[in-house]
């Protein structure tokens, strides 16, 4: 796609005016020293040097962000070592994992992510999302820190993975700011401008906005809803005050808002069952052929009104007294909402329709043209959020008292209480469809058809027309307690040997409820006369009118608690190098999941034992440089799994196969982590990482259903024992650089950069049985395409950007992305439906911006 001629005026214009704006101050050099013998960061919630923080960190400054176009966690999990995010569905809903610790379905999440020195706002379990960075966060940042392994003994919410932990910009004593415009291929256009007002000595502001507008990448071809899949429109505000109160007490207050509303995204399906000639199966390899046909990124969405919708707000208040020189107290509060909405097309996959095929079963059905037209019609695989509700709508509280304090250099702690309290803002929930769909909106919502010429119907494996189908409603709301009591602590026993300790104990309690019924639909009974039925046993209602979702209501609670703890010993031989070991033990908290399949609606929690050492090296002389590597051993027990369970029994009722998080696994996971850079010539900047992750499941313990009460008989989806864990990339390679022309400030400051990144392949959760049955049967077009795992990546980013040209306020950016065009997938869906589909990563794109400072 080309630059649309109305985004190109508008750029010009924009940048007309800057240019005949006053420039009221010119703006410190942007251009901040990537060495990392210069960075500040607040790993361990205090001010150090990168250098001298014994944590494996990886951070990025604004201006690193804005040269690589980096803009959500998806752009950010592309460069950060042990970092991946899991996009299936959408990038606004990914959900972060690092060194393997993965966030399954409807659990809490095991990274936890900071804003402002506090957790944003959960996101509701009811919903298949994540909690990581959502859109509209990283603009206006001082830097973004990517911490790996267990940080429960410093930070609010406990979690096994780490933390990303995003740090605004605050208000300064100047009278600053900028005026951003960008423009790029897919129409793409974002604007953001931020000012820092100084009102007196002792009070600052600070406000921003980031608005971007660009078309999905994903061109849907069925001729049904959006054009376009995978776009991008969201406004995102912030609002910061600092306010001086006394010498010794400081109010800092941070307001955002963020809401995003896209067409939502699609699976690419790219594997059939090639054994099956005839029915519904058979019609997927039609579909493949079809769609080759067209272009790489044409996909099949068959929803009318195809959308995915979230809106965050937080505001987070921080009160610092520094009671003494040997004593700070920091009180943290924050209060945040997330909404979410969405109709998501799961798998991609569509079944024919036609006159012809829906009378060979005598059943009289008029299927609209638009779908007689193209010849396929919708299947079943849906996520909606369900009738007049939200997909999720949660509000967290937060509350943290923190203490810091120091005897000397020799000896610093700090201590704290945690408190969180998420609770549902109302029920929430999705519904889905098998064998019947409703063509119209407010229909699908409130369960009638009430004209059979917006009914349209799949077909089984005979190659019949159904003659039944339902839909399932599922609902709930869960509320979240969390209580922490927390300490770390420094011993300095000389100038290069010292011992840090921490220690934690959290109480954590969560309880909600579960609205599950099923509508029944029938040929012969009528389309707009559904009969109910509650979708788990147990409700033996004998008057059919009972089965209401009030009436179908279950509630579960869960505790836990647990110790977690972090003991390491530092050794520095010379000022610049430090060596360190650590031993530390991880935690994330079990809880319910109303939604679950019967007698699995709760699950406990899941620990891990790490052990971890490295080196962290500077070099100050002529040539500038540090060297980095971590290395970590991580042993985890009763892990959080996402199976399913099915009813094989044909005797009735026939339950729907239900998905549960059960705690059935051990592994273990090892890797080391290498970043390094250079300085070897004035101007050029030298950048490499890598990461590499060796997972392994060690054990697995079946659920046995003997005797549950639960009405399934078989186990679904459980994994083996001795393949790799899920959604994690094997390795992660990434080699960058950066020259600055030696210019004038006449001239400006001239710079070129290019990063170069390989992304190992990741695995999917089939094992090697699975995976030889699937090459046998399916019909593929890559013969090497293994079915267990994503195939490695290449991708290359470019950029150029002149800053204050010509001594001026003006400034210019080039990007490019996916240089070379190179097809990768983000995720997949599984094989379960005879098809297997995957999720497109980004194309080429590329796009220019300019920035107005003064």
Partial sequence: ?????????AAATMLAACNAMPAWAQDSDEGASTAANDIVVTARRIEERLQDVPISITVFNQQQLEQRNAFNGRDLAVYTPSLSVNTRYGSDFGAFAIRGFTQELRTTSSVGVYFADVVTPRS??????????????????????????????????????????????????????????????YDMRRVQAVINLPASDTLRFRAGVDWQKRDGYLRNISGVGPKDLADINYVAARFSMLWDVTDSIENYTVASYSKSDTNGSAPKITDCNGTAVTGPLSYACRQIERERSGGTYDVNSWLP???????????????????????????????????????????????????????????????????????????????????????????????????QGNAGDQFNWQAGIYYERS?????????????????????????????????????????????????????????????????QATYKFSDQFSVDAGLRYTWDKSWGVGRMVTASYSATTGWNTPSFACIKPGFAYTDSSKFTPENCEESHSQKSSAPTWMIGLNY??????????????????????????????????????????????????????HFNITGFYNKFRDMQLQISFVDTDPAPPTLSPGPAIVNAARSRIWGIEVEGGVQPIEGL??????????????GYIEPDLTGSGSGYNRVSGGPAVGTRLTN?????????????????????????????????????????????????IFKIGDPQRSYSLAPAYDLLNINFNWDHIAGSALSLGLFMNNVTGTVYYDARSPGSRGVVSRYLGEPRTYGMRTRFSF
């Avoid at 909405?341 to 095929?357: E, K, R, S, Y």
């Fill in 1 to 9: 796609m080309t630059i649309s001629k109305k985004a190109a005026l």
């Fill in 124 to 185: 509701s379990p009811m919903s298949a999302s994540g909690d990581g960075a959502g859109p509209g966060l990283m603009f206006d940042l001082q830097n973004v820190q990517v911490l790996k392994g267990p940080q429960g003994t410093l930070f609010g919410r406990n979690t096994t993975g780490g933390a990303v932990v995003l740090v605004p910009n605050r208000p300064t004593d100047k009278l600053e700011g900028y005026a951003e415009g960008s423009i790029g291929n």
């Fill in 305 to 403: 009104w195809s959308n995915q919708k979230t809106e965050i707000w937080q505001v987070t208040n921080t009160t610092k007294w520094q009671a003494s020189d040997s004593l700070t107290v920091k009180n943290i509060m924050s209060y945040g909402e997330t909404t979410q909405d969405q109709a998501m097309d799961l798998f991609g996959n569509w079944v024919p329709l036609g006159n012809t095929l829906l009378t060979q079963a005598g059943i009289t059905v008029n299927v609209p043209a638009k779908y007689v037209g193209s010849g396929f019609g919708p299947n079943s695989d849906t996520s909606i959020s369900a009738n007049g509700l939200h997909a999720g709508h949660q509000g967290t509280f937060t509350e943290e008292l923190q203490f």
């Fill in 423 to 487: 609770r549902p803002l109302g029920f929430s929930g999705t519904q889905s469809m098998s064998g019947v769909f409703c063509d119209n909106q407010e229909q699908w919502a409130n369960f009638t058809c009430t004209d059979a010429t917006i009914v349209t119907q799949a077909v089984n494996a005979s190659n019949q027309p159904v003659a039944t189908g339902s839909r399932n409603y599922q609902v709930g709301k869960v509320h979240y307690q969390n209580i922490g009591l927390y300490g």
């Fill in 572 to 625: 520095k031989p010379v000022e610049d190098v430090l060596l360190y070991a650590k031993y530390s033990r991880g935690y994330r908290q079990g809880s319910v999941n109303p939604l679950a399949a019967y007698t699995f609606e709760k699950y406990g929690p899941e620990k891990v034992d790490v052990w971890e050492g490295g080196l962290k090296a500077s070099f100050n002389g002529p040539v500038r440089a």
């Fill in 685 to 698: 900047s030298l950048q490499a990482s890598y990461s590499y992750l060796n997972t392994k499941l060690l």
């Fill in 728 to 776: 994690t990339p094997k390795y992660k390679l990434t080699v960058g650089a950066t020259y600055t022309l030696p210019t004038s400030a006449d001239v400006g400051k001239v710079s070129f950069g290019a990063v170069y990144v390989r992304t190992g392949t990741v695995f999917y959760g089939i094992d090697a049985t699975e995976a030889t049955r699937y090459a046998s």
